[in-house]
Every structure is written in structure tokens, then in C-alpha cells.
């Protein structure tokens, strides 16, 4: 079996413009003679590697303590694409993902709000990309709608360089925070299972 973290550190990730970037502060530490070690640390909940719940963009829409921990983990399908993503190459990427639940989209690929309504109708569990934006970073609100709305959430800012198109076991647990529209999570794809 081979493990893939497909997170970003999150210290030094890629942060939305206007978003505050993550900050961990030192509390205390041994080598200044405290007791122990110990961070605190300030961020926003959709910097690098993180899920966007349903909340994120639908009013009343589930947070992400109310969404079930298995849609996080099992298989999922790596789609290698490039472009703008239309409607036929949302279903092209569906019929090569084989019914799988979770699709990961990797490269340069934008999703349109054609592909979304296609993802969306598909009864996916999540759909990711590399970008820390489903949509397309000038406009992503209608493509969150879309898909948020249809109860598929968002796995947005993973790292899927050099990893081959194919199946894999996907790990991609949030923070259990209640009433949170969003969470950070440290994703990882298992091969080889």
C-alpha cells in the first residue's frame, strides 16, 4: 500500500485574497524554560486544503458536523484534466471515474456551471480540486450553488501533482466543528489497497 498526502502545509498555503492567512503563535516553549511546548493557532477555516460544507453558500444548508463521516472516506477517482470544464467533459470524467462516489479533479481545470449541474445531478458524495476554488476563481458562487445545493461537498486546495489518473481509497476528514460552513483537513490517498 502507498500513502499520497495530497494536503498543503498550511503555514505557508494558499490563501483566497482577502482571507487572513494562517498564524501559529508560540505560547510557550521548553527551550525558553516552560514546561512544555504549546501553540495557539488563527486561521481562516477554508485556507489550503479544506472542505467547503453545504452552509458555505446555501442558507440553512448542512455544517460540517452534520455531514456523515463516511462521505469524507472510500474510494474515490482522480480525474486528470485541463481547461474549462463543460458539460460533456463532466460526463466524459464521470464515465471514466466508473460510479465512483468522490472525484478529484487534477491540473489546471475549472469547473463550469455546466459541469456542475452535471456533477451535481450525478450523486456524488465530493468532488475536489487542486484550485482553492471549485468554480472559476472570478466567479465561483453560481458553481458552489450548484453543487453545495445538491448536497455534494467541496474538497478545494489539494496537491494532485504527479499523481496518476486512477482509483484510490481518499481520507479527508474535517475538524468536527459545530455550526462551521467549512474545515480545514489533511487529505490522503491510499493505492494499492
Given amino acids: 500500500m502507498k500513502i499520497i498526502d495530497i494536503t498543503q502545509e498550511l503555514l505557508s498555503c494558499a490563501v483566497w485574497p482577502g482571507d487572513p492567512a494562517p498564524r501559529r503563535e508560540v505560547l510557550s516553549s521548553i527551550q525558553d524554560g516552560g514546561s512544555c511546548n504549546l501553540s495557539a493557532l488563527s486561521m481562516c477555516v477554508h485556507n489550503g486544503t479544506h472542505i467547503d460544507a453545504p452552509y458555505h ?3 440553512g444548508g448542512k455544517t460540517v458536523d ?3 463521516a463516511e462521505v469524507f472516506a472510500g474510494e474515490c477517482f482522480v480525474a486528470r484534466c485541463e481547461g474549462a470544464l463543460g458539460a460533456q467533459e463532466a460526463t466524459d470524467v464521470l464515465s471514466r471515474a466508473g460510479g465512483v462516489p468522490r472525484i478529484l479533479i487534477a491540473g489546471k481545470a475549472v469547473v463550469t456551471e455546466q459541469a456542475a449541474a452535471v456533477f451535481a445531478g450525478a450523486g456524488l458524495f465530493l468532488i475536489g480540486n487542486e484550485s482553492q476554488t471549485v468554480g472559476p476563481e472570478n466567479a465561483p458562487k ?3 450553488e450548484i453543487l453545495l445545493g445538491a448536497g455534494v461537498v ?3 486546495g489539494v496537491v494532485l501533482e504527479g499523481v496518476p489518473e ?3 481509497f481518499l481520507s479527508a476528514a474535517p475538524l468536527n466543528i459545530a455550526g462551521s460552513e467549512g474545515s480545514p483537513c489533511r487529505a490522503l490517498l491510499f493505492s494499492g489497497l
Fill in 57 to 59: 453558500f446555501i442558507d
Fill in 66 to 68: 452534520g455531514i456523515p
Fill in 142 to 144: 453560481k458553481v458552489h
Fill in 154 to 156: 467541496l474538497l478545494e
Fill in 166 to 168: 486512477g482509483r484510490y
